[in-house]
């Protein structure tokens, strides 16, 4: 009997121990649910800016393309990264670049090319002043076709780059 009063006083004295501790203090400065609340408010909207930045920039940018073999960037390529320029001037959105290639040539040489191409639009954005540090490349060299076809037509539009922002 004396050793159940004894775990018995050891068990309460515990609870009341536990239960009477100060709750720990708030990381930030602001206090109560209204502050966790804002700070998820911000995640929500960062993710709804990263969504609508990418949507405008598959309406207004889409992908620019390359001649065969090459990784130069034409007068039209130009201009449509001049207008992704100005998108990403209005945020703080990161990018990535993804070069790809049409079926022709080995996968190695493919990827080179693909990496080139992604690398030609990653400078002229950094020319038009947006940081190096918010743009990604990767090249897809073949991998990633949109078209499956064996005509020049098709090869063409495999031959781009294409512009994602990353969730």
């Avoid at 009341?16 to 995640?43: H, I, L, N, Q, Y």
């Avoid at 390529?77 to 290639?101: A, D, Q």
């Avoid at 090319?113 to 918010?134: F, V």
């Amino acid at each position: 009997m004396r050793k159940f009063v004894f775990v018995l006083l050891a068990v309460l004295m515990a609870a009341v121990m536990f239960g009477c501790a100060s709750p720990e203090p708030s990381k930030t400065s602001d206090s109560g649910p209204a502050a966790d609340t804002g700070k998820r408010t911000d995640v929500v909207q960062k993710d709804s800016d990263a969504t609508s930045v990418a949507r405008e920039i598959e309406a207004k940018v889409g992908d620019i393309y390359f001649a065969f073999d090459k990784y130069d960037l034409d007068k039209t390529s130009k201009g449509k990264l001049k207008t992704l320029s100005g998108i990403l001037s209005k945020n703080n959105v990161p990018l990535t670049v993804e070069g790809n290639c049409d079926e022709r040539g080995t996968k190695e040489y493919n990827l080179a090319l693909g990496d080139k191409r992604a690398a030609a639009a990653k400078q002229y954005l950094i020319s038009l002043g947006i940081s190096s540090s918010r743009i990604s490349t990767i090249s897809y060299g073949k991998e990633k076709p949109i078209c499956t076809e064996s005509t020049e037509a098709c090869w063409a539009k495999n031959r781009r780059d294409h512009f994602v922002v990353p969730e």
